[in-house]
Nanobody
């Protein structure tokens, strides 16, 4: 059974930085892509960033140049380094993992809250 767990959220002042981590555990799986989504209060969940199995990255326009996604393939972990944070970045951040075992799967973490104060 594959599981996804995020960590690293918290309260930070505008202009500050924060790093989120996401760990994928289990056996017999291959990860195709790992990404981050976020959901602000009263809004729909939106995509933030993705990193594919071959290391390609892509970002939402709202976070490009401020956020950086990276991974540790050996540890099955993905990170989201967030800098120059703004109050509008306040949201619950979710890790998303797409992969395969005997079939394709898509899993979500439980979410971690990031609050940016002005």
């Amino acid at each position: 059974q594959v599981q996804v767990v995020e960590s690293g959220g918290g309260l930070v002042q505008a202009g500050g930085s924060l790093r989120l981590s996401c760990a994928v555990s289990g056996t017999g799986f291959f990860i195709n892509a790992m990404g981050w989504y976020r959901q602000a209060p009263g809004k729909q969940r939106e995509w933030v960033a993705v990193i594919t199995h071959d290391g390609n990255t892509n970002y939402a326009a709202s976070v490009k140049e401020r956020f950086s996604i990276s991974r540790d393939t050996a540890k099955n972990m993905v990170y989201l380094q967030m800098t120059s944070l703004k109050p509008e970045d306040t949201a619950v951040y979710y890790c998303n993992v797409q992969g395969t075992t005997t079939k394709r799967f898509e899993l979500w973490g439980q979410g971690t809250l990031v609050t940016v104060s002005s």
